[in-house]
């Protein structure tokens, strides 16, 4: 036993007595609360960036705070359900089986963080074309564990690092692209009375964008614009 299994021990010790000390319903909502917080900031973030932009300028902490806003206020919403559990399952005295359930599962979260290391350890060793060498006893029961995970989710998705970092970075980029559209739209609107309608399809044209963004303070210009494309709607549509 060297120094790697003390720490695979350590880890696995301390995550079973966390959970037995928090309990079953803390360490579980704990957990979803993170996971909540992640897709209801990937849904929100658009909507939020959307707000922001009506009175912050800076793309970087729009983006930022469109982020950090929904998934902080997710997680406050958790913690207060689960002090409400909590003092819910003390009272009715299901406590000390609550503790035992947690004990359970902070074993099994210890020994899933030790397979997630091993796992990421691996994917960037085998990036590089290394092998990953230990003369540890428990790394390979670990191994064995996090190479039929890493096959068994690549038969659905490409779990290589490049491909993980690339559906993050594009995430990021829809997120932005999207809360900058609706600033967009609603600045289209607003400056020069437009409908909806009208305004998706100045949107998709990027260089007649940029020339009205740039009249923001000619209100005389942007009056004449205006004029310009109510005449071009109502030559469409054959108006008198």
Same mark, same amino acid.
């Given at each position: 036993?060297?120094?790697?299994?003390?720490?695979?021990?350590?880890?696995?010790?301390?995550? +079973?007595?966390?959970?037995?000390?928090?309990?079953?319903?803390?360490?579980?909502?704990?957990?979803?609360?993170?996971?909540?917080?992640?897709?209801?900031?990937? +849904?929100?973030?658009?909507?939020?960036?959307?707000?922001?932009?009506?009175?912050?300028?800076?793309?970087?902490?729009?983006?930022?705070?469109?982020?950090?806003?929904?998934?902080?206020?997710?997680?406050?919403?958790?913690?207060?359900?689960?002090?409400?559990?909590?003092?819910?399952?003390?009272?009715?005295?299901?406590?000390?089986?609550?503790?035992?359930?947690?004990?359970?599962?902070?074993?099994?979260?210890?020994?899933?963080?030790?397979?997630?290391?091993?796992?990421?350890?691996?994917?960037?060793?085998?990036?590089?074309?290394?092998?990953?060498?230990?003369?540890?006893?428990?790394?390979?029961?670990?191994?064995?564990?996090?190479?039929?995970?890493?096959?068994? +989710?690549?038969?659905?998705?490409?779990?290589?690092?490049?491909?993980?970092?690339?559906?993050?970075?594009?995430?990021?980029?829809?997120?932005?692209?999207?809360?900058?559209?609706? +600033?967009?739209?609603?600045?289209?609107?607003?400056?020069?009375?437009?409908?909806?309608?009208?305004?998706?399809?100045?949107? !998709?044209?990027?260089?007649?964008?940029?020339?009205?963004?740039?009249?923001?303070? /000619?209100?005389?210009?942007?009056?004449?614009?205006?004029? @310009?494309?109510?005449?071009? /709607?109502? !030559?469409?549509? /054959?108006? @008198?």
């Amino acid at each position: 036993m060297n120094w790697i299994d003390i720490l695979i021990i350590a880890v696995i010790v301390v995550s +079973l007595g966390a959970g037995a000390w928090r309990g079953f319903i803390h360490e579980t909502l704990s957990l979803l609360a993170w996971v909540a917080a992640f897709v209801i900031a990937r +849904l929100f973030a658009p909507d939020v960036a959307h707000w922001l932009g009506q009175s912050i300028e800076s793309q970087s902490l729009i983006l930022l705070l469109s982020w950090i806003i929904p998934f902080l206020l997710t997680l406050i919403a958790f913690n207060l359900l689960k002090m409400l559990l909590i003092s819910l399952i003390t009272v009715v005295g299901l406590r000390p089986i609550d503790r035992l359930l947690g004990a359970v599962f902070g074993a099994l979260k210890g020994a899933l963080l030790v397979t997630a290391g091993v796992l990421i350890i691996q994917l960037v060793l085998s990036r590089s074309g290394e092998a990953f060498k230990t003369e540890s006893k428990l790394v390979p029961h670990f191994q064995v564990i996090a190479l039929w995970m890493l096959e068994t +989710l690549d038969k659905e998705t490409d779990l290589s690092l490049d491909n993980v970092v690339g559906r993050f970075g594009r995430m990021i980029d829809s997120t932005v692209e999207k809360g900058i559209e609706k +600033l967009d739209l609603q600045y289209l609107q607003d400056q020069l009375g437009l409908t909806l309608g009208q305004a998706k399809a100045l949107v !998709n044209d990027d260089k007649k964008l940029a020339e009205i963004k740039a009249l923001i303070n /000619d209100p005389k210009a942007l009056s004449e614009l205006k004029k @310009s494309i109510a005449q071009t /709607d109502c !030559n469409k549509s /054959d108006c @008198s």
